[in-house]
């Protein structure tokens, strides 16, 4: 008795969650910050607790002192929640006279 059956078969996968799913927006958040708002921003995109990016920060930070720039341009290019744009989109938008 030789029986096959297809690899697929029965493996029937929907992806209706993922698709029906509203992408997150990555944004500073106005409470909860403790300086720009850069890790409790990124926390919440994650879904992670805020604590360990801030370790993560301090850590980079005491290590060749990477997360400083890293914070630095995360502060300028993430938007504040209910802001349209970020700090360096409105420094290089041209000015209206």
């Given at each position: 008795?030789?029986?096959?059956?297809?690899?697929?078969?029965?493996?029937?996968t929907s992806h209706a969650p993922y698709e029906?799913?509203?992408?997150?927006?990555?944004?500073?958040?106005?409470?909860?910050?403790?300086?720009?708002?850069?890790?409790?921003?990124?926390?919440?995109?994650?879904?992670?607790?805020?604590?360990?990016?801030?370790?993560?920060?301090?850590?980079?930070?005491?290590?060749?002192?990477?997360?400083?720039?890293?914070?630095?341009?995360?502060?300028?290019?993430?938007p504040e929640d209910g802001a349209d744009e970020?700090?360096?989109?409105?420094?290089?938008?041209?000015?209206?006279?």
């Amino acid at each position: 008795m030789n029986t096959t059956t297809s690899p697929t078969a029965g493996n029937q996968t929907s992806h209706a969650p993922y698709e029906s799913a509203p992408p997150r927006a990555l944004s500073r958040p106005i409470e909860g910050r403790m300086l720009g708002g850069v890790a409790a921003g990124l926390a919440r995109y994650l879904d992670i607790d805020v604590t360990v990016v801030r370790i993560l920060f301090a850590v980079l930070t005491l290590i060749g002192g990477a997360a400083i720039p890293v914070y630095l341009a995360a502060w300028l290019l993430i938007p504040e929640d209910g802001a349209d744009e970020s700090i360096a989109a409105g420094l290089f938008r041209p000015r209206a006279s």
